[in-house]
Structures are given as C-alpha cells and as structure tokens.
C-alpha cells in the first residue's frame, strides 16, 4: 500500500504495521492519504482524502449533519457540563467544565457524555471502520485518566442500533474517511468524540487482531480493483 504525503514512521502505527504482518509493502505513493499533522492541503489519493483534516472542530461540524444532533458546544451560552479539549490531533490535554468562560484558541468545546459504569470507570468505544463496515471494542478507563487513553480492559461488543450504524456510516463518508478508527461516548445514543485515521498501536489482542487483518486484507483488496 502506498502512503502519501507523509510515509508511515515504523512501527508506531497500526494499518503499516498489519501490512508488513500480512506481507503488504509499505511504499510512497497516493493510496491513501498519511498525515501526523492535524491539518494539511487536500491532495488527491484514492482512500481518505477528508483527513487532510482531522480537526475536532471539523468532527463537531460533521457530527450535527451525519448524526442529526451536535456534539459541540459555545462555551459562552451552554447550560451544563461540558468539555474544553486540545483541537489538535494526539494532544490529550483538557478539563470538564460546569461555567461559561470565553473560548480560548486552539481548544474545542463538546457536551460532557457520561458513560459512568462506577464511580472510578467509564467506557469509550473505539470504532474500527473499512469501506462502509465496522467493529467496535469497548475500552474500560479510569476517570482519572478522562483525557488520557489506556485501557485497562477491553472487549469487542456490538452496541448500535441499525440506525446508528447508519449514521456511523454517513459520518465516515461526510468526513473523507475510508479506513481509520472513531472515539465514540454511547448514552442513549453515540456522540462521536475523535477520528483516528493515523491510529498508533496497542489495543488489540488475539481476539481482535483477525478482525482488523480482515478489514486490511479487504482495503488491499480493494486497492488492486
């Protein structure tokens, strides 16, 4: 598979890694669009060409058009918790808020989602997508890491709806996302926090490696089309 503009950094991400596991080359090229900047020029390549921003300010625009409901905030007039965050990517700094404050530059602000399983714990889902599927582990974290990302359990579950699946689905597609991964809060329903489309590696195990061999087997498949 070949990456474009940026060539993978070895073995700190997860799809360059699967490929070299599966036999796949790791070459230059436009295949796909790899960038560790948060934002970049758009440029022409054949799978995900929307990443040339990842933004979460861009994920709150997308969120309210492919979900029917926001997920971003005025800190200025919001009337409950909610989160002030870094909008840059792999920057994990922020706090949770209850009072108005003027927005501050480079911070992005989203509704607090509880998914409370205890008063130590949460989950957050992180959804591996491919070409239209998806699969999804629940990641089980202490609320004192809220801004971090271990996991000190995880577990592939299966909680969406048909509709929300659909709406998952819309979302990739608005947002130029072929293959990569969301952050995703579920309570009542799913609030799409992060994309991940140059996600790093950890998480998965014996269980879950296959099921992402599969989804990078199918993208090489699709590829050579």
Known sequence: MKFYP?????????????????GHPVERGRDIFWSYRTTSEPVEVKLNAGCHDVSKTR???????????????????????????SDLQ??????????????????????????????KEFIELRVFYCLGELFTIAKYRLKSDVFGYRAHHSEVVQPFTKQEKENIVKFCELFGMDFGELDILHNKRPYVIDVNNVAGVGLLNETTYPMYYEQVEKLVEWLSE
């Not at 409901?69 to 918790?81: C, F, H, L, N, S």
Request: no cysteine.
């Open 90 to 119: 792999a920057v994990r700094i922020g706090r949770v808020l209850n009072d108005n404050i003027d927005p501050v530059e480079g911070m992005v602000y989203q509704k607090f989602i509880d998914t409370s399983i205890n008063e």
């Open 6 to 22: 940026a060539m993978p950094i070895d073995g700190m991400n997860r799809l360059p890694e699967a490929l070299k596991v599966l």
């Open 59 to 85: 994920v709150n625009l997308i969120h309210e058009a492919a979900m029917g409901y926001d997920i971003g905030v005025d800190p200025q007039t919001y009337e409950g918790r909610y989160v002030e965050k």
